[in-house]
């Protein structure tokens, strides 16, 4: 019973932190501008002014990135609810198989759209990389960690 609930905390705790690496501000820095993947925030004078990024970028590569970020949010709040549905109606012995494939299409996914970002933008910029873009690698590992012992994880009793 401890280790289903230290899973389900694991899980619970990559999904937080894949939903604050996608929302939050904070993928590239420099001392005037903070930008994510929806948006880039402008310091002019003392006031913060949001500009779309569509211009800024190649919007095919832009594009990815966030429906990377979106998709392996989807997946890992999907994972968690086949996960607790699954513990409900798989038999005695059977693998988590699906909640696994669940978990490293997650994985995949945050592990695209931040390999993309990290390759395309910012490669000639004056600046550094933000807490989110550390929380989304972050949460490739969990995610790709909670994927093999979803896999690897038997019902033990029913």
């Given at each position: 019973m401890l280790v289903l609930a230290g899973i389900v905390v694991l899980h619970i705790t990559a999904i937080i932190l894949l939903l604050v690496a996608t929302i939050d501000n904070a993928w590239w820095f420099t001392d005037s501008v903070a930008t994510d993947v929806w948006?880039?925030?402008?310091?002019?004078?003392?006031?913060?002014?949001?500009?779309?990024?569509?211009?800024d970028y190649a919007e095919?590569?832009?594009?990815?990135?966030?429906?990377g970020a979106v998709l392996a949010c989807i997946f890992s709040i999907l994972g968690l609810f086949v996960f607790v549905a699954q513990l409900f109606t798989l038999s005695k012995g059977q693998r988590f198989t699906?909640?696994?494939a669940l978990m490293l299409?997650?994985?995949l996914c945050v592990m695209i759209a931040a390999s993309i970002y990290?390759?395309?933008f910012h490669k000639q910029d004056q600046g550094?990389?933000?807490?989110?873009?550390?929380?989304?690698?972050?949460?490739f590992v969990l995610t790709f960690i909670l994927g093999v012992i979803y896999v690897v994880l038997r019902k033990k009793s029913e």
């Open positions: 948006g880039r925030w402008e310091l002019a004078g003392s006031t913060w002014h949001y500009t779309n990024l569509k211009g095919e590569y832009l594009q990815v990135v966030q429906a699906f909640s696994g299409i997650s994985c990290t390759d395309i550094w990389f933000g807490h989110s873009f550390i929380l989304a690698w972050i949460s």
